[in-house]
C-alpha cells in the first residue's frame, strides 16, 4: 500500500470489488449443478433453509461492526490519526469474536424447535432430524466468517478494495472445491444417504473461511507494516478505546437492524411456506421441489445480478463516509445518482436476458429435470431478483449518510406488506406467490428510500427516471428480436454443451447490439462521463 490513500473513483472502486464478487458469485453457479445431481433436487430445499438461516446468523454475530469498522478506519485514515485505525481494528474483531460465540451457543441449543418449525407439520421425523444436523454444522461457520468479515472491513476502509474482491473469489472457489470432492467421496465413494452432500456443502463454509483468513494474513503484511511505520510518525494519541466501543456500536447496531429487517422477506419464505403451501392442498413433496427450485436454483441465478448489491456496497463506504466528512453535499448527490444510473444501466439488460432466455440459462445450469416448471419459477423470480438488487445498495446509503432512523421505519413497513401478501398470495398463486409478495415489499422500499433522499439532499430523481426508461428501450431492441430468432433455431434441450455453443452466438450478438443502442441514446456518455464511446474506452473506464 502506497503512503498515501488509493487514488480511486467510486465506480471504478466499486465496479472493481463487483468484479471480483462476480467471479465468487460465478464459482458459486458451477458448484450447484453437481450439488443437486448428487444430493437430489429435493434435498435442496435443506439447502435453502439452511442457507436462509446461515445468512441471518452471519448478520447477528457480525453485529454490523464489519461496517462499523470499514466506515470508522476510513474516517480516521483521513483524519491522519493511524494509531486509531489500528485500535479500531484490534477492537472490532475483539467484539465480533465474543459476539459470534454467543449467537453460535444460542442457535446450538435452539436447532431442534427452529428445525421442526422451518420443515411444518407435515414433515417426517427425519426430514427434521436431516436439518438439525445441518444447523449443528453451521454453528463453526458461524463462528469462523465473522471474524473474516471483520478482516474485510478494516482493509474496505483503506479502501483495499482489490484484496476484498480476490479474497470472495479465492474464499468460494475453496469452498466449491471442498464441496464436490467431499460430496462425491460421501455419496459416490462411501455410499452414504445423498443428505450428506448437503453436509458437505454446509461444512465447506467453514473450510473456505479458515483457509481465507490465512489468505488475508498472509497478504496484508505489507499493508499492517506500512500502518505501523505511519504510527511511529505520529504524536497524538489515539483516541479512547471507549470511545471507539461506542462508536462502532452505534455505528454497528443500526446496521445490524437494518440488515437483519432486510432478511426478515427471507426469512417468512423460509419458514412459513411449506406450511401455508400444505395447508392450502399443495402436496409436500411437490412444494419442497418448488421451494428448492425458488430459495435455491433461482437465487443462485439471481445472485449473477446482485453482484452489484455488494460490489456497490463495498465500494460506496469509504467514498461516501470521506464525502460526507467534507460536508460536500453537492458532489454526494452526483455520487448517489451515479451510481443508482449505472447500477440501472447494467442490471436491467441482465435481466431482460433472464426473463426471455429462462429456459436455456436454467437448462445451461441445471439441466433438463422439472424443466417446465422451473422455467416458470425462474421467469417470475427475475421480478424479485431486480428489486432486491437495489432495495439493498440503497439500504447502505442510508446506513452510511446516517439516516438510519428513516431506513428502520422504510423496512418495517416493507415487512408488513410482505406479512399482509404471504399468505395471500401463497394460497393463490402457490411458490409464486413468495415472489410477488417479496417483490412487491421491496418494490415499495426502494420508493420509500429515494423519496427520504430527495428530501434530505434535495436530489432530483427525474433524469433517473428518464434514462431508465432509454436504458430499457435499448435493452429490449437488443434482446427481443434475437429472442425471437433464438426461439426459430431448436433445441432439444437434451445436452447442455449444444445449448451452450447455440446460445453464445446470440449472446455476442445482444452485447454488440446493446452496446450500439445504448451509445446512440448517449447512455455511456453521460453515465459514465465518456465523450467519445468506444470499446477501448469504455474497457479503460472499467478497469480504471
Do not use: W
Request: proline share 3%; with cysteine; glycine share 4%.
Amino acid at each position: 500500500m502506497s503512503k498515501k490513500p488509493v487514488k480511486q473513483s467510486l465506480m471504478v472502486a466499486a465496479l472493481a470489488s463487483s468484479f471480483g464478487i462476480f467471479i465468487s458469485k460465478t464459482l458459486g453457479l458451477l458448484y450447484y449443478s453437481p450439488l443437486s445431481a448428487l444430493a437430489g433436487e429435493s434435498n435442496m430445499a435443506f439447502y435453502s433453509i439452511t442457507y436462509t438461516y446461515y445468512d441471518i446468523l452471519l448478520k447477528i454475530s457480525s453485529a454490523g461492526i464489519p461496517f462499523a469498522i470499514a466506515a470508522l478506519v476510513a474516517r480516521y485514515y483521513v483524519k491522519e490519526d493511524y494509531k486509531t485505525v489500528l485500535l479500531v481494528k484490534k477492537l472490532g474483531i475483539s467484539l465480533i469474536m465474543g459476539l459470534s460465540f454467543i449467537v453460535a451457543l444460542i442457535f446450538l441449543f435452539a436447532s431442534g424447535p427452529l428445525a421442526a418449525q422451518s420443515m411444518g407439520a407435515a414433515a417426517s421425523a427425519e426430514d427434521i432430524a436431516h436439518l438439525r444436523v445441518l444447523f449443528l454444522i453451521l454453528v463453526i461457520a458461524v463462528i469462523l466468517v465473522p471474524f473474516l468479515s471483520a478482516l474485510r472491513g478494516y482493509y474496505q476502509g483503506l479502501k483495499r478494495l482489490d484484496l476484498y474482491g480476490s479474497s470472495q473469489a479465492l474464499e468460494q472457489f475453496v469452498r466449491v472445491f471442498f464441496i464436490l470432492l467431499l460430496a462425491f467421496i460421501t455419496v459416490k465413494i462411501l455410499k452414504l444417504d445423498s443428505i450428506y452432500a448437503i453436509y458437505c456443502a454446509m461444512a465447506a463454509a467453514a473450510i473456505a473461511a479458515l483457509f481465507t483468513i490465512f489468505f488475508f494474513l498472509f497478504m496484508t503484511k505489507e499493508d499492517d507494516r506500512h500502518i505501523n511505520e505511519l504510527i511511529r510518525t505520529q504524536e497524538k494519541p489515539a483516541v479512547a478505546a471507549k470511545l471507539l466501543i461506542i462508536e462502532l456500536i452505534s455505528l454497528g447496531i443500526p446496521y445490524l437492524t437494518i440488515s437483519f429487517l432486510g432478511s426478515i422477506c427471507p426469512l417468512i419464505n423460509t419458514t412459513f411456506f411449506l406450511d401455508t403451501a400444505t395447508k392450502a392442498g399443495m402436496d409436500m413433496e411437490y412444494a419442497k421441489l418448488s421451494m428448492g427450485i425458488l430459495q435455491a436454483n433461482c437465487n443462485k441465478l439471481a445472485s449473477i445480478p446482485q453482484v452489484l448489491t455488494l460490489g456497490f456496497s463495498v465500494g460506496l463506504v469509504p467514498f461516501l463516509v470521506e464525502t460526507l466528512e467534507q460536508k460536500d453535499y453537492k458532489k454526494l448527490g452526483k455520487q448517489i445518482i451515479q451510481i443508482i444510473d449505472t447500477v440501472l444501466f447494467i442490471l436491467i439488460p441482465i435481466i431482460i436476458v433472464f426473463v426471455v432466455f429462462a429456459r436455456d440459462i436454467y437448462f445451461i445450469m441445471y439441466g433438463n429435470s422439472n424443466l417446465d416448471l422451473s422455467t416458470r419459477l425462474f421467469r417470475v423470480s427475475n421480478v424479485y431478483a431486480f428489486t432486491d438488487t437495489i432495495a439493498p445498495i440503497l439500504s447502505s446509503i442510508m446506513i452510511t449518510l446516517r439516516f438510519r432512523n428513516e431506513a428502520v421505519i422504510a423496512l418495517i413497513g416493507s415487512i408488513l406488506i410482505k406479512l399482509a401478501t404471504f399468505f395471500v398470495f401463497v394460497r393463490i398463486f402457490g411458490a409464486q406467490g413468495m415472489t410477488y409478495s417479496s417483490a412487491l415489499s421491496s418494490a415499495i422500499l426502494i420508493v420509500a428510500y429515494l423519496l427520504i433522499l430527495k428530501k434530505k439532499f434535495n436530489i432530483s430523481f427525474v433524469k433517473t427516471i428518464r434514462r431508465s426508461v432509454f436504458i430499457l428501450a435499448a435493452a429490449l431492441i437488443a434482446i427481443v428480436p434475437v429472442g425471437a430468432l433464438a426461439s426459430l433455431v431448436p433445441c432439444s434441450y437434451t445436452s447442455r454443451l449444444l445449448d451452450i455453443l447455440r446460445m453464445m452466438p446470440f449472446g455476442i450478438i445482444i452485447v454488440v447490439l446493446y452496446y450500439l443502442v445504448s451509445a446512440k441514446l448517449g447512455l455511456p456518455q453521460v453515465i459514465f462521463g465518456i465523450k467519445k464511446v468506444t470499446p477501448k474506452e469504455l474497457l479503460k473506464r472499467f478497469r480504471g
